[in-house]
């Protein structure tokens, strides 16, 4: 059966592959973001009920971490204006190792509307499309905790599983955790990169302090910059944030991606070729 379906975050890195693979089932697929008509803008919810109204399901990625000051009520606020607009199932995109992005899965949970959680690790894509890719361009990544072991889960294995549980009910209620098949360190990642690539990749160690102090120097904000603190310390080595989960394969039928089978794919798109 075909859906109305609200992608927040449509055009982000796991959204666009949401919203890519429902159209090309036949859905009818709306993007939730502030570029989209209408625009869905987190910041002001006086616009969520026009984005919301005539869709049936929800595809849920908050911006910019569920973790941050004010998430909670956001996402209060989504319910209950989801409620009023008669939705029937949400998806909500979570953190692993975040208490905060487990106190706003609570308020999915307790709903009333149906709900799948995807409750994910970080994702290969912050080394191409985020948070890391400026550092691989210029040759050095200096970055805190070298020992910290992340078991990196691919975008394309998380939209195939927001795919799945939109459209079968049989994953309603259920909560999955989302990790690739193994942890890696920075260190480890920086050098399959560089191999792949062959880039001369050096890979610095600092504390979380120096970098902190780096990203002032390059007038990152400091909301941003808040989350990145947070992240590198109470997130990336957080007790049990490094265990394998199975469920990818338990619900695909199939092993997640590897991180060099994303690391091969990447190397084609020429996104770490820098700019000669
Ligand atoms: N990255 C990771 O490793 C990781 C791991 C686990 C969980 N998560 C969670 O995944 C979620 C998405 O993170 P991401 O890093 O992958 O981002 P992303 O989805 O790539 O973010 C970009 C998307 O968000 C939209 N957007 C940005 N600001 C917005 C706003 N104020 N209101 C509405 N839409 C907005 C953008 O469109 P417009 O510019 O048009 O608004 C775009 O569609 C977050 O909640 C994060 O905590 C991420």
Same mark, same amino acid.
């Given at each position: 059966m075909k859906s109305n379906i609200l992608v927040i975050g449509g055009t982000g890195k796991t959204g666009r592959k949401v919203a890519k693979g429902l159209q090309d089932q036949g859905h009818n697929v709306r993007i939730g973001s502030r570029s989209a008509d209408p625009a869905f803008d987190w910041q002001d919810p006086s616009n969520w009920a026009?984005?919301?109204?005539?869709?049936d399901k929800v595809y849920v990625?908050?911006?910019p971490d569920l973790a941050i000051p004010g998430a909670l009520e956001a996402i %209060?606020?989504?319910v209950k204006q989801s409620?009023?607009?008669g939705i029937k199932k949400i998806v909500l995109l979570s953190g692993k190792g975040e208490k905060e992005a487990e106190l706003c899965e609570q308020v999915i949970i307790h709903s009333g509307i149906d709900f799948t959680i995807l409750r994910c690790s970080w994702f290969n894509?912050?080394?191409?499309?985020?948070?890391?890719?400026?550092?691989i361009l210029s040759g050095q990544?200096?970055?805190p905790k070298p020992e910290a072991l992340v078991p990196y889960v691919d975008t394309d294995d998380i939209a195939e599983m927001a795919? %799945?549980?939109l459209n079968n009910d049989q994953h309603n209620d259920k909560l999955y955790q989302l990790t690739g098949p193994k942890g890696l360190t920075f260190p480890e990642v920086i050098k399959e990169i560089a191999n792949r690539t062959q880039r001369d990749l050096e890979f610095i160690p600092i504390s979380i302090s120096e970098y902190i102090e780096t990203l002032r120097q390059h007038q990152v904000p400091e909301d941003y910059i808040w989350l990145i603190n947070y992240l590198f310390s109470n997130v990336l080595d957080?007790?049990?944030n490094n265990e394998i989960s199975h469920d990818i394969e338990k619900v695909l039928g199939r092993k997640p991606k590897n991180f060099s089978q994303y690391v091969d794919e990447t190397v084609s798109s020429g996104v770490w070729n820098p700019a000669t």
């Amino acid at each position: 059966m075909k859906s109305n379906i609200l992608v927040i975050g449509g055009t982000g890195k796991t959204g666009r592959k949401v919203a890519k693979g429902l159209q090309d089932q036949g859905h009818n697929v709306r993007i939730g973001s502030r570029s989209a008509d209408p625009a869905f803008d987190w910041q002001d919810p006086s616009n969520w009920a026009t984005a919301l109204d005539g869709m049936d399901k929800v595809y849920v990625t908050f911006q910019p971490d569920l973790a941050i000051p004010g998430a909670l009520e956001a996402i %209060e606020e989504l319910v209950k204006q989801s409620k009023n607009a008669g939705i029937k199932k949400i998806v909500l995109l979570s953190g692993k190792g975040e208490k905060e992005a487990e106190l706003c899965e609570q308020v999915i949970i307790h709903s009333g509307i149906d709900f799948t959680i995807l409750r994910c690790s970080w994702f290969n894509q912050n080394f191409s499309e985020s948070f890391f890719l400026d550092a691989i361009l210029s040759g050095q990544i200096a970055l805190p905790k070298p020992e910290a072991l992340v078991p990196y889960v691919d975008t394309d294995d998380i939209a195939e599983m927001a795919i %799945e549980v939109l459209n079968n009910d049989q994953h309603n209620d259920k909560l999955y955790q989302l990790t690739g098949p193994k942890g890696l360190t920075f260190p480890e990642v920086i050098k399959e990169i560089a191999n792949r690539t062959q880039r001369d990749l050096e890979f610095i160690p600092i504390s979380i302090s120096e970098y902190i102090e780096t990203l002032r120097q390059h007038q990152v904000p400091e909301d941003y910059i808040w989350l990145i603190n947070y992240l590198f310390s109470n997130v990336l080595d957080a007790e049990g944030n490094n265990e394998i989960s199975h469920d990818i394969e338990k619900v695909l039928g199939r092993k997640p991606k590897n991180f060099s089978q994303y690391v091969d794919e990447t190397v084609s798109s020429g996104v770490w070729n820098p700019a000669t």
